[in-house]
């Protein structure tokens, strides 16, 4: 009955860590100091994966490490911005007439998720 | 295992076997889904490949040199031999050639260019050697801009896609979630530890994600290509969308319809003149005028080598047309109500001038010193392709409708000539927007066809816009599809092309649903008290590599689609 009990109990905190880490953390985000950030696609994520900043224009390096087709094209759907990465080489996007507002960015199939947000100054 | 004692005895088996297999099966699947996703991007490579290497540049002194194409500036002027690839955009300045253009506008037929004519880079010069001028290089030629706008065009997504995109955003949190609930209705059944893992592995390693998330957007780069080979340029995936949607097309009569460029197609003369005086003071007083129709006289008087006088005390009447003092005559140009303003009768050539006006010809009275002369008729000719091509739209269900701010009777006698029911004459371009509002209530899908300034907030309003030809800059802004050639068989090929993709987005997306659905609950052991089937991982780790290759092979099926009769 113990066994049971114990089982449920550890499945069940396994579900809530799985919600409150998929949808309910929002990662830390990185502020952009300068007009240029690094963004590295790695095992499955883009890191850093929010960046918050005051510019309006931003130059973003992506370097890919990652070698899964699916980490292969970044999108920026709000700004129609869809670049190829290469494989271990630096790939520059520069952004320019950010506006204030959160700009999704995501691989082609949505699995890598990252958010830039633009504050007004 | 070390420390087996650990784990209950039934969970003591290692699985290793499983392990391997299901890693080498993942990285296979992985592999031939990279090899085939290369294949995906053909069409723009094959584009990229089209781009001359290297230009015959032409110096000052007249010294030619061979220079690779980046190292050419605007105002270079250029040699181009027979066979040989026009290196950059430019004018043509010296000599006469055919050049076949097909690889931008899927048009076969050669095309005769001849000093001050367009060229575009990476066409071929089929017969003669010339001269021409760069006037676009780099980024800014043709091929250049549609390489980008085909690869900006690839990211996009078709609304279609939108569903799966919302799925993808949860399903690997909610698969885990379903790994988690496996184990525990397994184990509150009473299953074994061994059996738990099992399933609850299974489930990890049959969802796919992949192929879910990958559905669209491989078939919309693949279809977005393929309608390039076309010569169809689609902005986005929801002109890719609407545009297999299309229930009525409006299509704008000049320039769609019609060749856009007016000529002079008969003269009828009365007894006292004949057709070389007629056309000397037409030509004459038309040199004058900026108006469409009169160019096409001027060009016409030129072609038969008449000479043309001085023109004096110029003066055009808007909605009449023109009058004019050439060798010391009155000359009046224009429809029956000038005439009868100057109190001249027509009625001579009252009969005449219906029946050209019926076949959708413009008549144009002239008056030499208050005598009627004759009449000049000009229109605007129908396209070789147009009726087939609207026939052929007809058959694919759709309402054809046509918008033109020409007159009633040439209006209608164009429509009938090609088949189309519906008009909207004597339209001011401001109210073509208006038109299109107005189907758009009554009509699902409105699509417009233009090429023009003034049709492009009709090309914005529309569901669908598709500028035609070598259209303006602002109607090519305006739409949402750029037909690279100047045929309505584009819109016939952006139809079929979209239709195509579509059709493969919704195998894609029903192939990925349809697996994730029946293939988690089997993984998670659904069937299990009912047939006793339990699914191995190892068969569950090569139903989840095949499933993304087959997504990725059915959308490579797209580069063979042909649109019927037509040649890519």
Not at chain 1, 103 to 113: E, H, I, K, S
Request: proline share 4%.
């Amino acid at each position: 009955m113990i066994s049971i009990i114990l089982f449920n109990s550890i499945a069940a905190l396994l579900i809530i860590l799985i919600v409150i880490w998929f949808w309910l953390i929002k990662g830390k985000s990185t502020q952009a100091q300068t007009n240029e950030i690094t963004i590295k696609v790695k095992d499955g994520v883009y890191s850093p994966s929010r960046i918050t900043t005051k510019q309006t224009k931003l130059v973003l390096n992506f370097i890919r490490e990652d070698a899964s087709p699916c980490s292969e094209y970044v999108l920026f759907d709000q700004l129609s911005i869809h670049e190829q990465l290469p494989l271990n080489k630096l790939h520059k996007i520069i952004l320019s007439n950010l506006k204030p507002g959160h700009y999704r960015f995501t691989c082609q199939m949505g699995m890598y998720q990252g958010e830039l947000i633009v504050n007004s100054n | 295992m070390i420390w087996p004692t650990l784990v209950p005895e039934s969970a003591r088996h290692v699985y290793f076997e499983a392990a391997l297999i299901i890693i080498a099966l993942v990285d296979l699947g992985a592999a031939l889904e990279i090899r085939a996703r290369g294949k995906t991007s053909e069409a723009i490579k094959r584009l990229i490949g089209l781009q001359a290497k290297t230009a015959r540049r032409v110096d000052a002194e007249g010294n030619e040199k061979d220079v690779p194409i980046e190292d050419l500036q605007v105002d270079d002027i250029l040699r181009v031999r027979p066979g040989e690839k026009i290196p950059v955009d430019g004018v043509l300045t010296e000599g006469h050639s055919s050049i076949d253009e097909s690889m931008l506008t899927g048009e076969p037929m050669p095309v005769n260019k001849k000093v001050n004519d367009l060229l575009f880079g990476s066409t071929i010069n089929k017969t003669g050697g010339f001269l021409m001028k760069a006037t676009k290089v780099g980024k800014d030629t043709m091929l250049s801009q549609i390489i980008q706008l085909v690869q900006q065009a690839q990211s996009t997504k078709p609304p279609i896609a939108k569903l799966a995109d919302s799925v993808s955003g949860y399903f690997v949190p909610t698969v885990l979630i379903l790994a988690v609930v496996t184990a525990i209705v397994w184990f509150n059944v009473g299953f074994s530890a061994g059996f738990i893992l099992v399933t609850s592995m299974t489930v990890l390693i049959i969802a796919c994600p992949c192929a879910l998330g990958l559905a669209a957007p491989i078939s919309v780069m693949v279809g977005m290509g393929k309608a390039a080979e076309y010569g169809v340029l689609i902005r986005n995936g929801e002109g890719l969308q609407r545009a297999s949607e299309l229930t009525t097309l409006i299509l704008d009569k000049t320039g769609t319809i019609t060749k856009g460029q007016p000529e002079v197609v008969k003269m009828i003369t009365t007894q006292s003149f004949d057709e070389a005086t007629l056309l000397h003071y037409a030509g004459s007083i038309e040199q004058a005028s900026e108006h469409p129709l009169a160019q096409a006289i001027v060009e016409h008087a030129k072609k038969h080598a008449i000479e043309l006088s001085k023109v004096d005390d110029f003066n055009a009447i808007t909605g009449q047309g023109v009058l004019a003092s050439i060798d010391g005559k009155t000359i009046l140009l224009g429809n029956q109500r000038l005439m009868t303003e100057h109190q001249l009768s027509v009625n001579e050539l009252l009969t005449q001038s219906n029946e050209l006006a019926s076949l959708g010809q413009t008549p144009m009275f002239i008056a030499i010193d208050q005598q009627v002369a004759g009449i000049i008729a000009v229109a605007d000719p129908i396209k070789e392709d147009s009726k087939t091509a609207i026939k052929q739209l007809q058959k694919l269900g759709i309402h054809v409708v046509m918008i033109t701010g020409d007159n009633q009777k040439t209006a209608h006698a164009v429509a009938k000539q090609v088949g189309i029911q519906e008009v909207f004459a004597e339209v001011l371009p401001e109210y073509k927007a208006d038109h299109v509002k107005k189907l758009q209530s009554k009509h699902t899908v409105i699509g417009m066809v233009g090429d023009g300034i003034n049709d492009a907030p009709a090309l914005a309003q529309a569901d669908v816009g598709f500028a035609i030809g070598a259209g303006t800059d602002v109607a090519i802004e305006s739409a949402d599809i750029t037909l690279i050639s100047n045929s309505l068989q584009g819109v016939l090929n952006a139809i079929a092309v979209s239709k195509a993709t579509l059709y493969n987005i919704k195998q894609n997306l029903f192939g990925a649903f349809i697996y994730n659905t029946i293939g988690i609950p089997i993984a998670a052991g659904v069937l299990f008290p009912m047939i006793g089937l339990l699914l191995n991982p190892m068969i569950a780790g090569f139903a989840m590599a095949a499933s993304s290759l087959t997504v990725v092979s059915n959308a490579n099926r797209l580069r063979f689609f042909k649109v019927k009769g037509q040649k890519p």
